[in-house]
C-alpha cells in the first residue's frame, strides 16, 4: 500500500512543481505587461508603478484581496484597468482550474480507479 502511495505523492509534487512555474511565470508576465501600459498614468510608489508592486498587488489579487478603488490611475480611464484586472482573474481562474484538473486527474484515475 505504501509504494503506490509514494508513487502518487511523487508525482503530485512534480505536477505541483511545474504548475508553481507556470504561475510564476503567469504573474510575471501579466505584471511587465500591466506595469509597461500604466507606467505614465499612475504614481510610481502606487500599486502599478514598478514591476515589483504590480507583481506584488496581483499576487494579493489572486485571493481576492485587492480592491478596484485602489488601482485607479492618476490619468486616463479606469474602465481599461478595470478591464486588464477582470481578465487577469478570468485568464488565471480558467487556466488553473483546467491546469490541475488535467494534472492530478491522471493520478487519480491511474492509482484510484
Given amino acids: 500500500l505504501l509504494g503506490p502511495l509514494q508513487l502518487i505523492i511523487a508525482g503530485i509534487m512534480k505536477d505541483l512543481a511545474k504548475f508553481l512555474v507556470f504561475l510564476a511565470m503567469f504573474m510575471v508576465a501579466f ?3 500591466l506595469t509597461k501600459v500604466y507606467e505614465n498614468s499612475t504614481d510610481p510608489s502606487g500599486p502599478l508603478g514598478s514591476v515589483w508592486r504590480t507583481l506584488e498587488t496581483l499576487g494579493w489579487a ?8 485602489m488601482l485607479e490611475p492618476s490619468t486616463g480611464s479606469n474602465s481599461s484597468l478595470n478591464c486588464c484586472y477582470n481578465s487577469f482573474d478570468m485568464t488565471w481562474f480558467l ?13 487519480y484515475l491511474r492509482y484510484i480507479w
Fill in 31 to 33: 505584471s511587465l505587461a
Fill in 62 to 69: 489572486l485571493f481576492g484581496l485587492v480592491e478596484l478603488d
Fill in 95 to 107: 487556466v488553473s482550474s483546467e491546469t490541475v484538473q488535467k494534472l492530478w486527474g491522471k493520478y
